[in-house]
């Protein structure tokens, strides 16, 4: 994601344009996200981070996650768009790249049984 230098990271861990709405009236689910108020520069690694840096900004990352209301919303979120960079949901990029693979192998199994009726 570029950031210009003006904008907040803040700003940067759910970009509002590309956020589905709820289904309910309660307004966008990103709007109850943790990271819009706590530690939003944890999520998305700075350039030529080392691993260990990295290793323990996406732990922390996950461990803010872990206690959002909306994690299922945005893990699904980062899943259908899908969102090439940083924690969504509690899942790092790699994590999401490996769900997607699972769900992809899930369906094509699907597709090959033959239906119960």
Do not use: I, N
């Amino acid at each position: 994601m570029l950031q210009l230098p003006h904008q907040s990271l803040k700003a940067a861990a759910v970009p509002p344009q590309r956020v589905p709405a709820r289904e309910d009236d309660a307004g966008p689910w990103h709007a109850d996200a943790v990271c819009r108020r706590d530690e939003a520069g944890l999520f998305f690694a700075p350039s030529k981070e080392p691993t260990a840096a990295r290793l323990a900004r996406e732990e922390a990352a996950k461990r803010v996650c872990a206690r959002c209301p909306v994690m299922v919303e945005c893990r699904e979120h980062a899943l259908l768009q899908p969102e090439p960079y940083g924690v969504w949901g509690g899942l790092t990029a790699a994590e999401r790249r490996v769900v997607l693979a699972r769900r992809r192998r899930r369906d094509v199994e699907l597709k090959k049984s033959p239906s119960a009726a």
